[in-house]
């Protein structure tokens, strides 16, 4: 089956390759862009470890064809640090609040995070659990993941009130 | 797991995917959101040789509402009915419900027409349409056409939509002002398929339940409009009685099949109880 010539945005920069349109963007992230941050953890859009943005909305890029992707913007994991290669607040906060044991979850739980607190900067704790309901996590029990994501949205607000 | 290959075109326009699905034969298959073909071409239960995306064809989304007919076209998302402040204000039974689907991320790219169209009984839409007595519009190479929603399911993943056709849009008469309105749904976890739900849709007028409709999800090989339960109810004071022969007449018609999420007797009488439970909250919120 032929390829079809790819491009998308990936991460503030255009990309472009060839792929079969049938290969799965969590497939194209990792294997043609070396970007491994997005995980694959169940291939069956459960687990939320694959969660990318597609132009501006999380996904599950295992369950997204690249023909699907073409054109669009993505942003992974690997897009989430600050421009000055500073851990974004949600990176420093998963560390500081031990939002992580193992980490497997850890790039789609943040970059679902990540777009969550631009939908709702300041989510109840119930709107957080639901915002990540889409990724799960073996080993935390979610509470520090919350924690995290709450101290996060709070430094960000502080940050912003500081800019202003 | 590694999909068969495919030939995907991307059109702009219904006419255009249309043409292009007749073109394709009965190896083409149209994709929405691609949350329950592309799990099924992974496991090659489908092998489509061509696919039609649908997501870039402008006609095919939107929300709005016009004399009394609320028009939401096929590839609008689940997170789009979610955000929709019309229907919030005129149908909140569909954010209710759409709310109760998989997860968020499923729901940025799952669609209206996807949920109602694969014919999967386990997909929530259905059932509520059924309650809604909405109308699908139909698009196929001879014209367009509609067909109401309670008469759309044959079987698990047979449905009226015929080889060639695409849905565009579905179309539901907005409720009366006042109505109450509940999508009860048991399920064992985020994301899974109901052990059973109903959706409830009833008005009052002086104390008596004026008009009731209801219908029931994953309890069948299709959705269940129960008729007989919404009939239990009109022009009572939905005291116990009226409820009690309600939910009775929802189980006489649910033939859910065992599986993990409980045996036969189990899955029914968690349908009467989600009836029971709809018919209380729709009650309250009625006025």
Redesign the interface.
């Known amino acids: 089956?032929s390829k079809?010539h790819v491009k998308m945005t990936v991460n503030g920069k255009p990309v472009e390759g060839l792929a079969?349109?049938?290969t799965?963007l969590i497939h194209f992230l990792r294997e043609d862009l070396n970007l491994t941050g997005p995980h694959i953890g169940c291939?069956?859009?459960?687990c939320?470890a694959c969660?990318v943005d597609?132009d501006g909305?999380?996904?599950?890029s295992c369950?997204?064809?690249v023909?699907?992707a073409?054109g669009a913007e993505v942003t992974t994991i690997e897009g989430i640090a600050n421009p000055d290669g500073t851990l974004h607040a949600l990176q420093e906060a998963f560390r500081e609040h031990h939002g992580l044991q193992c980490g497997f979850c850890t790039p789609g739980m943040i970059t679902?995070a990540h777009r969550?607190l631009q939908e709702n900067p300041n989510p109840t704790e119930a709107e957080i659990r639901?915002?990540i309901?889409?990724n799960l996590c073996r080993c935390t029990g979610y509470q520090n993941i919350v924690k995290s994501i709450t101290a996060a949205a709070e430094q960000l607000a502080s940050m912003k009130e500081a800019a202003e | 797991m590694i999909p068969g290959a495919f030939d995907y075109h991307r059109p702009s326009t219904v006419a255009e995917a249309v043409t292009l699905l007749a073109d394709a034969g009965e190896d083409g298959r149209v994709l929405a959101g691609g949350h329950s073909l592309i799990p099924m071409m992974k496991l090659r239960m489908a092998t489509p040789e061509t696919l039609i995306d649908l997501r870039h064809i402008d006609e095919l989304r939107g929300i709005d509402e016009n004399g009394g007919t609320i028009t939401i076209g096929a590839m609008t998302t689940q997170a789009e009915m979610i955000a929709s402040g019309l229907l919030a204000d005129v149908c909140p039974i569909l954010r209710e419900t759409a709310l109760q689907i998989a997860d968020p991320q499923i729901r940025n790219l799952g669609t209206i027409g996807g949920n109602v169209a694969n014919g999967d009984p386990g997909n929530d839409l259905p059932a509520l349409m059924q309650a809604l007595d909405a109308a699908y519009v139909i698009a196929g190479k001879s014209g367009s056409r509609e067909v109401a929603a309670r008469d759309f399911y044959e079987a698990a993943y047979f449905t009226a939509l015929q080889d060639g056709e695409v849905l565009t849009a579905i179309r539901i008469a907005t409720p009366p002002a006042g109505h109450g309105w509940a999508y009860e749904k048991q399920k064992r976890k985020i994301g899974d398929y109901a052990t059973a739900a109903a959706a409830v849709l009833l008005t009052m007028s002086g104390g008596k339940c004026a008009s009731a409709s209801i219908a029931l999800t994953n309890v069948g090989d299709t959705p269940l409009f129960a008729e007989a339960a919404g009939a239990a109810l009109a022009g009572t004071d939905l005291g116990a009685d009226a409820v009690n022969a309600a939910v009775a007449a929802a189980e006489a018609i649910a033939e859910p099949a065992e599986d993990g999420r409980g045996p036969v007797d189990f899955r029914i009488k968690v349908a009467g109880q989600m009836v029971r439970r709809g018919i209380a909250r729709a009650a309250s919120r009625a006025s």
């Open positions: 089956m079809m079969e349109p049938r799965l291939d069956t859009s459960h939320g969660t597609l909305k999380s996904v599950k369950t997204v064809f023909a699907q073409n679902r969550l639901m915002g309901s889409g």
